[in-house]
């Protein structure tokens, strides 16, 4: 894996940690890994890869077990900060509605937001903010 990037390593990983809790693979599961964990590291630090480098692909590997247990981190961009309740509140009313087990709220503060809020799921942004609604509006009204 010469030219490959930390989500190639996190895929690699997270199909042999899957592995490792298959029931035939016998006793030791969690032994097996630890052990893949540290080859892990020892794989990538051997291999002259930065910190960041590393940093990205730990980070692109807790997403990719959190996927795979049925968990979904969704950005919410809001004007100020989400308090504990309405952070819980929001992310077991999107679990429920989109059908993920459990739902992790990161909230990012953007002055820019006027009112409401944007929902990054994935690959896919829902802006509910008055900036987003206008420019929808502006652009209906321009056709």
Avoid at 25 to 42: H, V, Y
Avoid at 45 to 50: E, F, H, L, M, N
Wanted: proline share 1%; with cysteine.
């Amino acid at each position: 894996m010469k030219n490959a990037k930390p989500h190639d390593y996190a895929r690699s990983f997270c199909s042999l940690y899957q592995k490792a809790d298959d029931p035939s693979t016998g006793s030791g599961q969690e032994r097996t890994k630890s052990a893949l964990i540290k080859n892990t590291a020892r794989t990538l630090a051997k291999q002259g890869k930065g910190k960041t480098f590393i940093d990205r692909t730990l980070h692109e590997i807790e997403l990719l077990l959190e996927k795979s247990a049925g968990i979904e981190r969704i950005k919410v961009d809001t004007q100020t900060a989400l308090t504990a309740t309405k952070k819980e509140a929001l992310a077991h009313t999107l679990a429920k509605k989109l059908g993920f087990k459990k739902v992790i709220i990161d909230n990012f503060l953007d002055e820019r937001n006027i009112a409401g809020m944007k929902l990054t799921i994935g690959d896919i942004v829902y802006d509910y903010t008055v900036k987003g609604r206008l420019e929808k509006l502006t652009s209906r009204l321009t056709r």
